[in-house]
């Protein structure tokens, strides 16, 4: 019997570790239909949310809509770029993807022109990795997106983090298409 324990103890790690096998693989990607340049982009539904998604920071309304609407564009920012307040992510990755960097953009000339309104970027991660690697991996997301916006001239007193890792899924499933929708940072409209 002491044998088996053994060997368990052997099977058991490399099984884990090729299931775990994919973190470092940029070809997996998330569900929903394909677009140009390889990438994937999430349902239609899940791209566009309230300000306040997940019970995050208070809600403030912002110009043009309620704080639970879906808001329109300020002026000179386009409608659709400024609904989206989601910007998803790679596997195992805190690079903005080229598609998504003109929702940061948006946001970003938005705020920049509007020194008074601030925002939380709320980093995620999909449910493989430990507790503390995805804490990590959503604070990077999270900073990637400040940087972006930093350097599109938003003052860092405008801009807050956090990162929930895991803890937050906007989808429950176990599978790529779920993992792909919570890889995400939200931005989250504060105060006004």
Same mark, same amino acid.
């Given at each position: 019997?002491?044998?088996?324990?053994?060997?368990?103890?052997?099977?058991?790690?490399?099984?884990?570790?090729?299931?775990?096998?994919?973190?470092?693989?940029?070809?997996?990607?998330?569900?929903?239909?394909?677009?140009?340049?390889?990438?994937? #982009?999430?349902?239609?539904?899940?791209?566009?949310?309230?300000?306040?998604?997940?019970?995050?920071? !208070?809600?403030?309304?912002?110009?043009?809509?309620?704080? #639970?609407?879906? #808001?329109?564009?300020?002026?000179?920012?386009?409608?659709?770029?400024?609904?989206?307040?989601?910007?998803?992510?790679?596997?195992?990755?805190?690079?903005?993807?080229?598609?998504?960097?003109?929702?940061?953009?948006?946001?970003?000339?938005?705020?920049?022109? %509007?020194?008074?309104?601030?925002?939380?970027?709320?980093?995620?991660?999909? !449910?493989?990795?430990?507790? &503390?690697?995805?804490?990590?991996?959503? &604070?990077?997301? =999270?900073?990637?997106?400040?940087?972006?916006?930093?350097?599109?001239?938003?003052?860092?007193?405008?801009?807050?983090?956090?990162?929930?890792?895991? &803890?937050?899924?906007? =989808?429950?499933? %176990?599978?790529?298409? =779920?993992?792909?929708?919570?890889?995400?940072?939200?931005?989250?409209?504060?105060? #006004?």
């Amino acid at each position: 019997m002491n044998k088996w324990i053994k060997i368990g103890l052997i099977v058991i790690p490399v099984v884990m570790l090729a299931a775990c096998g994919t973190f470092g693989s940029k070809k997996q990607q998330g569900g929903g239909a394909p677009v140009q340049g390889g990438q994937t #982009q999430p349902p239609e539904s899940a791209t566009t949310m309230p300000v306040a998604p997940g019970g995050g920071a !208070e809600a403030v309304p912002l110009p043009g809509g309620g704080a #639970q609407q879906e #808001q329109t564009a300020p002026a000179g920012a386009p409608a659709d770029l400024m609904a989206k307040r989601v910007v998803y992510f790679d596997l195992d990755s805190s690079s903005v993807h080229d598609e998504d960097r003109a929702i940061v953009q948006a946001h970003a000339n938005y705020l920049a022109q %509007h020194p008074a309104v601030k925002v939380t970027l709320e980093g995620h991660a999909d !449910e493989r990795g430990s507790r &503390e690697y995805n804490i990590g991996l959503g &604070e990077r997301r =999270a900073a990637a997106v400040k940087q972006m916006m930093a350097l599109l001239g938003v003052s860092a007193q405008q801009i807050s983090s956090v990162s929930y890792g895991e &803890e937050r899924p906007a =989808a429950t499933g %176990h599978d790529e298409s =779920a993992w792909h929708l919570n890889r995400r940072v939200e931005i989250v409209y504060t105060a #006004q």
